[in-house]
């Protein structure tokens, strides 16, 4: 079958689709639509192209003010593009790029001359070949241009636009874009693996990792991870962003929406939280360096007024202040020392450190706890918290018999997300939301393995 012209395609669209809205369609007809439109989108971006090659040819700067995007007042084509056109910079180069990589020339003689990617010239002027995949597949191939034999490069070139295009003998299916990326980085690294080298060494050399200004309450973050970085990050967000199952002491008759016990964070959200974890770990480490002489800790102030009635407080190098409900989970977590400050400014009394778990009592709370104490968290007890039951402002003393461990999420959600936590003659038990468990039984909660290989025990001999 032929493919359709682009005449045809943009009358079947305008005829099928007369108003903006597509809800009143069935769902063969919104599908077979979208592959129309999307087919027609595709040859509009090979128009796209192929008019900002155009321009771009017409603005070459060795022409100087004669440049056609000189004479517009543009200092480049892109400039001159994205003024036309009201698209970003980036889409601008991306354009101009792939229509460097596909536009014919012309000889001496007159004749036309293939492009530096033909293959992918012709299947984005036939409609085949989206803009997408045509960019993720010159991009992996282009700087193999003097390092790899013609050849062996027309040959990847044909393989991957067959892919993308469902042309392939292997599959009928087109490949999606991101597919293609992945496919032409193996082709990349099969063609010249000693090409690899240079690009680790700038990769080496373009690293980092920034915190930008905060808004809004959040600080941005940026930068780039060498692969094996990222690879690392991403198995440890895995192995321990939580489960969706449910808590391991419901049974089916116990819980009648399973689906209501899912995680109610994003896996963004579960990855910021973790990460939380891993940085309160290492600072805890006697590895890490310390700063001042004392382990890194955020210095966060408050107002002992402020601290009693709730009120803001203030970490140092943060600009935002800091909620109460985060001033008092800091304040269970990591202890308070009071400071009396003079009207002039003089420090006049300095405390000791109180409401603060030391370290073997953290070390007895991880013995019994194991982990975080809400059942189906998978966060491990060297990243946990250490909570005071009794808050230590109600006389909640600062005692193994009081302190549990909590993930950060669970410690800073413990008074709003149902879970309940009590202590039983030094031991910890929790109860679960009512929407979770309409029993709301108080059940034994631990995760240390010793714990439950005793209570395996007990009921292995009381068995007999």
């Known amino acids: 079958m032929n493919s359709p012209t682009l005449a045809e395609l943009t009358e079947a669209v305008s005829t099928a689709v007369p108003v903006v809205s597509l809800g009143g369609f069935n769902d063969e007809t919104l599908l077979g639509l979208t592959r129309q439109i999307e087919a027609l989108g595709r040859y509009a971006d090979a128009l796209r192209v192929t008019a900002a090659g155009e321009i771009a040819a017409r603005s070459r700067t060795e022409d100087g003010p004669a440049g056609l995007a000189a004479r517009k007042g543009c200092r480049s084509a892109n400039e001159l593009l994205q003024r036309l056109t009201q698209i970003s910079g980036a889409t601008g180069a991306s354009r101009i790029g792939l229509a460097a990589l596909t536009r014919r020339g012309t000889s001496i003689s007159g004749a036309r001359m293939p492009a530096t990617f033909d293959h992918v010239r012709a299947a984005l002027e036939t409609g085949e070949l989206g803009i997408d995949a045509a960019v993720a597949l010159t991009k992996n191939l282009a700087p193999l241009q003097d390092r790899v034999h013609p050849d062996a490069l027309d040959a990847a070139e044909m393989e991957l636009v067959a892919a993308a295009t469902g042309t392939s003998p292997d599959s009928s299916v087109p490949a ?91 896996k963004d959200q579960q990855r910021h939280d973790i990460l939380i974890g891993v ?179 007990g009921h292995h001999h009381h068995g007999r």
């Not at 440890?236 to 008759?253: G, I, K, Q, R, V």
Request: proline letters at 8%; charged letters at 25%; glycine letters at 10%.
């Open 176 to 266: 999606s874009a991101d597919e293609i990326r992945i496919q032409a980085s193996v082709w990349r690294a099969t063609l010249d693996p000693d090409g690899l080298e240079p690009d680790e060494a700038h990769a080496m050399a373009k690293r980092g990792f920034r915190l930008g200004p905060e808004r809004n309450g959040l600080v941005p973050v940026s930068g780039g991870l060498l692969p094996e970085a990222a690879g690392r990050v991403k198995r440890l967000f895995d192995a321990y962003l939580t489960p969706t199952t449910a808590p391991a002491f419901l049974n089916d008759e116990e819980l009648v929406d399973k689906d209501a016990v899912k995680d109610p964070r994003s």
């Open 279 to 457: 940085l309160d770990a290492m600072a805890r480490s006697g590895d890490t360096p310390t700063v001042g002489g004392a382990a890194p800790t955020v210095l966060v102030t408050v107002r002992a007024e402020d601290l009693d009635s709730g009120g803001a407080g203030y970490a140092d190098g943060v600009e935002s202040p800091l909620s109460p409900t985060t001033v008092q989970q800091l304040v269970c977590s990591g202890g308070t020392q009071k400071v009396l400050i003079g009207k002039n400014g003089r420090i006049l009394k300095l405390g000791s450190a109180e409401r603060c778990f030391t370290a073997p009592q953290r070390r007895a709370i991880t013995a019994r706890d194991g982990g975080c104490l809400i059942p189906g968290c998978s966060i491990p007890a060297g990243w946990c918290e250490v909570h005071h039951v009794i808050p230590a402002a109600e006389g909640g003393p600062t005692h193994p018999d009081n302190g549990v461990l909590l993930c950060w999420f669970h410690h800073r959600t413990i008074d709003t997300s149902g879970w309940a936590i009590r202590m039983r003659a030094g031991a910890p038990e929790v109860q679960a939301p009512p929407w979770l468990d309409h029993t709301r039984r108080w059940r034994p909660a631990t995760k240390s393995r010793t714990a439950l290989a005793t209570r395996v025990s």
